[in-house]
């Protein structure tokens, strides 16, 4: 009997540091690193589009966006922001099937219905004040990633700017697979589509200014910050909460 | 199996889950203790701006593992350079260093931190995260990577938020100018950045 549960007992704490080293492993192989060592093979290309982009930004973009600032009070520009995200939210459910994210699919379906008529039409994020949180956002290019797709050579799309190969494709199936693509006409599809690079470049103003500032080559750093954040996207996907991220470290 | 071989296998267990735990204990400690320094001297009513400058800075030199940093963000331009192109830049790197992550700090007068994350990392450290709460603003969430230098206490090796780490960007950023215009170019470069920076702070 005593050999049994001391047999037992050890097997369980070797399983136990097992797991633990498993788990690291785990997370070791299947973690998308960003390699800092540039590997951008259309960089001329980029490059040029990047030009481009800064052109058509310091003409058009970047006035309009103080304009907003101008003209939109804060709470506003909130409130624009609630719709925006509303309006994402059944691409978000989507990719959040796919990804076996069964809590997140549940928030994104939740909000979207109170917000979009509690909320009227998404501008007030009554759900928040219910409790049910904002929700990670998904895309179909992150999708790809937890697949196991990697991301393939560094992007510098006209006007919507950084991207990489996975990230394009994203793009065009969330294009397609968003229901208000249908439901929109092409003047309201526009308008959103004028909306939200307004609103984002709004919100990433003050990061691009620090990078204007203190790059000696913002082509570069632009690039590596971007391949970072959806590395992260796709590392992150299942959203970890900071108790258990706490054990897992154990 | 008797009582005796299964204490003691109980006791290497027991030991080998602490020593993992005093590491994050120790390095969330070292974060600390770092961020009440940084605090008590922002908020010291008694420091111009200028002794604020000099305190910090000299906190961040003792803190950060500069040298590493300095010869990570070169990446392969470190192999290819001359001695003294290595000195010139090293010299250049670190009052940049310095100069540009300090000057940005004397703009906070309050603020307060909570160490909320320790995770442990890839090269033998730790991933200390910290919420930094401004008055009137939205927290920043930082994560630092902490690794006990041999023969020296914790020193800090990056700085990553929202994912984007300093170093990883910087050496990306690095590697362009140094392809593009050599390595003169950039140590030319930091010497300049770092006047623009000290012109801030005066």
Same mark, same amino acid.
């Given at each position: 009997?005593?050999? =049994?549960?001391?047999?037992?007992?050890?097997?369980?704490?070797?399983?136990?540091?097992?797991?633990?080293?498993?788990?690291?492993?785990?997370?070791?192989?299947?973690?998308?690193?960003?390699?800092?060592?540039?590997?951008?093979? !259309?960089?001329?290309?980029?490059?040029?589009?990047?030009? =481009?982009?800064? @052109?058509?930004?310091?003409?058009?973009? #970047?006035?309009?966006?103080?304009?907003?600032?101008?003209?939109?009070?804060?709470?506003?520009?909130?409130?624009?922001?609630?719709?925006?995200?509303?309006?994402?939210?059944?691409?978000? +459910? @989507?990719?959040?099937?796919?990804?076996?994210?069964?809590?997140?699919?549940?928030?994104?379906?939740?909000? +979207?219905?109170?917000?979009?008529?509690?909320?009227?039409?998404?501008?007030?994020?009554?759900?928040?004040?219910?409790?049910?949180?904002?929700?990670?956002? $998904?895309?179909?290019?992150?999708?790809?990633?937890?697949?196991?797709?990697?991301?393939?050579?560094? @992007?510098?799309?006209?006007?919507?700017?950084?991207?990489?190969?996975? *990230?394009?494709?994203? !793009?065009?199936?969330?294009?397609?697979?968003?229901?208000?693509?249908?439901?929109?006409?092409?003047?309201?599809?526009?308008?959103? =589509?004028?909306?939200?690079?307004?609103? !984002?470049?709004?919100?990433?103003?003050? @990061?691009?200014?620090?990078?204007?500032?203190?790059?000696? *080559?913002?082509?570069?750093?632009?690039?590596?910050? %971007?391949?970072?954040?959806?590395?992260?996207?796709?590392?992150?996907?299942?959203?970890?909460?900071?108790?258990?991220?706490?054990?897992?470290?154990? | 199996?008797?009582?005796?071989?299964?204490?003691?296998?109980?006791?290497?267990? +027991?030991?080998?889950?602490?020593?993992?735990?005093?590491? $994050?204990?120790?390095?969330?400690?070292?974060?600390?203790?770092?961020?009440?320094?940084?605090?008590?001297?922002?908020?010291?009513?008694?420091?111009?701006?200028?002794?604020?400058?000099?305190?910090?800075?000299?906190?961040?030199?003792?803190?950060?593992?500069?040298?590493?940093?300095?010869?990570?963000? !070169?990446?392969?331009?470190? $192999?290819?350079?001359?001695?003294?192109?290595?000195?010139? %830049?090293?010299?250049?790197?670190?009052?940049?260093?310095?100069?540009?992550?300090?000057?940005?700090?004397? /703009?906070?007068?309050?603020?307060? +931190?909570?160490?909320?994350?320790?995770?442990?990392?890839?090269?033998?450290?730790?991933?200390?995260?910290?919420?930094?709460?401004?008055?009137?603003?939205?927290?920043?969430?930082?994560?630092?990577?902490?690794?006990? $230098?041999?023969?020296?206490?914790? #020193?800090?090796?990056?700085?990553?938020?929202?994912?984007?780490?300093?170093?990883?960007?910087?050496?990306?950023?690095?590697?362009?100018?140094?392809?593009?215009?050599?390595?003169?170019?950039?140590?030319?470069?930091?010497?300049?950045?770092?006047?623009? /920076?000290?012109?801030?702070?005066?």
């Amino acid at each position: 009997m005593n050999k =049994f549960l001391i047999s037992g007992i050890i097997i369980l704490s070797l399983l136990t540091q097992t797991a633990c080293a498993t788990k690291d492993a785990e997370v070791k192989n299947n973690k998308e690193i960003v390699s800092s060592d540039n590997n951008d093979p !259309l960089e001329k290309l980029n490059r040029g589009i990047f030009a =481009f982009n800064e @052109l058509l930004d310091g003409l058009i973009v #970047k006035p309009m966006v103080h304009i907003y600032r101008g003209l939109v009070p804060e709470p506003a520009q909130h409130s624009v922001k609630n719709v925006i995200n509303n309006l994402d939210a059944p691409v978000v +459910f @989507l990719n959040s099937i796919l990804q076996a994210d069964v809590n997140n699919a549940g928030r994104t379906a939740s909000r +979207f219905a109170i917000n979009s008529t509690l909320g009227v039409a998404g501008i007030f994020d009554v759900a928040s004040e219910f409790g049910i949180t904002k929700e990670r956002d $998904k895309d179909f290019g992150q999708t790809l990633g937890v697949y196991g797709i990697t991301a393939g050579p560094y @992007l510098m799309l006209p006007i919507i700017g950084p991207s990489d190969f996975r *990230d394009g494709i994203g !793009l065009g199936v969330d294009t397609l697979s968003d229901p208000f693509t249908y439901i929109f006409t092409q003047g309201e599809s526009t308008a959103r =589509f004028s909306v939200t690079v307004l609103s !984002l470049r709004n919100d990433r103003l003050s @990061l691009t200014d620090n990078v204007y500032e203190n790059s000696l *080559d913002p082509y570069a750093s632009f690039r590596s910050i %971007y391949l970072q954040h959806r590395a992260k996207s796709v590392n992150d996907y299942l959203g970890k909460d900071e108790s258990s991220e706490k054990d897992a470290g154990k | 199996m008797n009582i005796k071989s299964f204490a003691a296998l109980f006791l290497a267990t +027991f030991i080998s889950i602490s020593a993992h735990a005093d590491d $994050k204990d120790a390095a969330s400690k070292f974060v600390n203790e770092i961020g009440k320094q940084a605090v008590s001297i922002l908020g010291d009513s008694d420091k111009s701006k200028e002794e604020k400058t000099t305190a910090l800075e000299a906190m961040f030199e003792n803190t950060v593992d500069i040298e590493w940093i300095g010869k990570f963000v !070169l990446g392969r331009g470190w $192999k290819n350079a001359t001695d003294a192109q290595k000195s010139s %830049y090293m010299a250049n790197y670190r009052t940049f260093l310095i100069k540009h992550y300090t000057a940005n700090l004397t /703009e906070f007068s309050s603020v307060d +931190f909570k160490i909320t994350r320790i995770v442990p990392e890839d090269n033998g450290g730790n991933v200390v995260t910290m919420k930094i709460e401004r008055p009137n603003q939205e927290d920043i969430v930082v994560d630092y990577t902490i690794r006990k $230098k041999p023969n020296d206490g914790f #020193k800090v090796y990056d700085i990553t938020i929202e994912g984007v780490s300093m170093i990883t960007t910087q050496r990306s950023e690095f590697a362009s100018v140094v392809e593009q215009n050599g390595i003169d170019y950039l140590i030319t470069q930091l010497a300049e950045r770092s006047k623009k /920076e000290e012109k801030r702070i005066k």
